[in-house]
């Protein structure tokens, strides 16, 4: 599968959290519905991520910062969910 997901993460800030081993993109969602996404993050990280006791502070500490972040807009949105959808086919 090209997108690993983490989903109803246990964060009080983070939402879910999307990866895309094909093009090395990380998607952050937040509470509050703000998605951002972060590109060429590495696998490594990712992994690292997904077994974070804290999701939260790994974000902070790791993320946040390290990568260039952009705030997706609805038609990236719209794109973002279309690629999700042809890579569960």
Same mark, same amino acid.
């Given at each position: 599968m090209l997108i690993?997901?983490?989903e109803n993460i246990n964060s009080s800030m983070l939402g879910n959290i999307m990866y895309n081993i094909y093009t090395t993109r990380l998607t952050v969602v937040f509470k509050n519905n703000q998605e951002y996404f972060y590109d060429n993050?590495?696998?490594e990280v990712? @992994?690292?991520f997904n077994e974070a006791e804290s999701k939260g502070k790994f974000y902070?500490?790791?993320i946040k910062g390290k990568y260039p972040?952009?705030?997706t807009t609805q038609k990236e949105e719209t794109e973002i969910d279309t690629?999700? @959808?042809s890579d569960l086919l």
């Open positions: 690993e997901t983490m993050v590495p696998i990712w @992994k690292q902070a500490q790791n972040a952009n705030l690629r999700r @959808k």
